[in-house]
């Protein structure tokens, strides 16, 4: 942590995440829609991995009873 | 006819003076001259005002400019259906932190699942039952403002244990949503329905006859605003301060004496629009005394906590708001009580961001830690 192009930026991220994660909660939406992951700017091929994995992820959940909301 | 020529005949601000008490009384006028509810309503006659994400938006809608209206206006009113025309165009007032209460609001709208009573001991609420306890928007305040230490759902515990010593376990409910208050004054009215609509049938489906509230926009819309969309409710809105104010007076129950000076923040929509002004005071007596102090603006005339709605929160909120601690601190009070989970969040943020030097803390949390085991 704090290894962050933009200092603490990643330190405020994860905040952020985690206050959005108990709301997510306590709305009831499925928190597996949420992923946090710290990736470098020279790990191409671990960010599209993650990023696949997470897509997967999502389809198996299939469309939020959100959709029409906001 | 045009839509402001319509809702100037239904709101009937043609009775102006021009006498400018509005703008007088008007605390965002005070620190933000080019905002005049006068103006706004001269405009207005001469079809020059119109729904924009103009000076409609700083409005706090808290009724001090139209309880003093010799013409009776109800500027608030207008407000919101200006509002409610300029959110058709596409305006919105500038949402605060982001809109993320917005979305909240919007979301609760759905059929959800809300996982939102896990700060219920158990054993101390029911599913079904004649007294509905409206938590309010507690739950997502406790996550929001965790930084600044306001808002938080503790305070909903307090004001559950007030009702379990007065031997009633109430229901509380995972599907209940926002009152919509927000919605309606962000001049969202369809929004404001939807959530009406459903906890209406979740109030309705708990068998409950009297439902409590702690929190003063949630009191007003049941008592004053859902009869008027919604006519006969078929139970009855109870503001938890009428009814401990009510046990006090029975005897059944009590509150233990504490030392230092404390004064108390009416907020607007318990104290001017819902008429709750005795109830707080005799509660706070019943622990300080002759120790409750008044601040030259309480009671009818007390000053808005700066923001309303979550939005347009500016530094005239700020200004607002120092100005009010600096009041309350200045009376000698250590501390000032206040009764809305709003006006806390407010105060405590200006508290922080000014270092101003005066405790807030809240009336139920005070309360329940005095209240006495058992009323001799």
């Known amino acids: 942590m704090g290894d962050c192009h933009y200092l603490d930026g990643n330190e405020k991220a994860e905040k952020m995440f985690s206050m959005a994660l108990e709301l997510v909660k306590l ?44 | 006819m045009t839509a402001l020529s319509e809702l100037v005949e239904e709101t009937q601000t043609y009775f102006c003076l021009d006498c400018g008490v509005c703008t007088g009384s008007c605390p965002v006028a005070r620190v933000f001259p080019d905002f005049s509810p006068r103006q706004i309503i001269e405009r207005s006659l001469y079809e020059l005002e119109e729904a924009s994400d103009g000076t409609i938006w700083n409005c706090l809608t808290c009724a001090q ?88 759902i503790g305070n909903a515990a307090n004001v559950l244990k007030l009702i379990n010593r007065c031997g009633i376990t109430p229901v509380v409910s995972n599907d209940e949503r926002c009152c919509g208050h927000d919605a309606l004054w962000n001049g969202n009215e369809k929004k404001f329905k939807q959530l009406a609509t459903i906890n209406l049938e979740v109030i309705r489906a708990s068998g409950a006859k009297q439902v409590v509230f702690s929190c003063p926009e949630g009191y007003y819309m049941f008592r004053e605003v859902y009869p008027r969309y919604f006519g006969e409710l078929g139970f009855e809105p109870v503001h938890i301060l009428d009814f401990l104010s009510a046990r006090i007076d029975d005897g059944s129950i009590a509150f233990a004496g504490a030392d230092g000076t404390v004064t108390y923040h009416d907020p607007c929509r318990l104290g001017r629009l819902a008429g709750i002004f005795d109830a707080p005071r ?17 009671g009818p005339n007390s000053v808005c906590c700066g923001t309303s709605g979550w939005m347009n929160c500016s530094s005239c909120s700020k200004q607002i708001q120092v100005e009010r601690l600096n009041e309350a601190a200045a009376t000698g009070a250590h501390t000032l009580v206040t009764a809305c989970p709003k006006c806390q969040i407010h105060f405590r943020c200006t508290k922080a961001a000014f270092d101003i030097d005066i405790d807030i803390v809240d009336l139920y949390d005070l309360l329940a830690d005095r209240l006495k085991v058992q009323a001799d």
């Open chain 2, 282 to 298: 005799k509660l706070l007596k019943a622990v300080y005394g002759t120790q409750l102090v008044e601040m030259p603006r309480s």
């Open chain 2, 65 to 152: 400019c139209s309880v003093r209206c010799p013409a009776n206006i109800d500027f608030p009113e207008f407000i919101r259906r200006m509002r409610d025309e300029a959110r058709t165009l596409g305006y919105d007032g500038t949402p605060a932190h982001n809109g993320m209460l917005q979305t909240i609001m919007a979301i609760q709208t759905q059929n959800i699942h809300q996982d939102r009573t896990a700060w219920v001991p158990e054993g101390q609420t029911a599913t079904t039952g004649d007294v509905f306890y409206f938590v309010g928007c507690r739950p997502f305040f406790d996550v929001i403002f965790r930084d600044i230490d306001a808002g938080a």
């Open chain 1, 27 to 70: 709305l009831g939406i499925e928190p597996e829609r949420m992923h946090l992951e710290w990736v470098s700017s020279a790990e191409g091929g671990r960010f599209a991995q993650i990023a696949t994995d997470f897509t997967k992820q999502i389809r198996r959940l299939g469309p939020s009873r959100l959709k029409k909301a906001a």
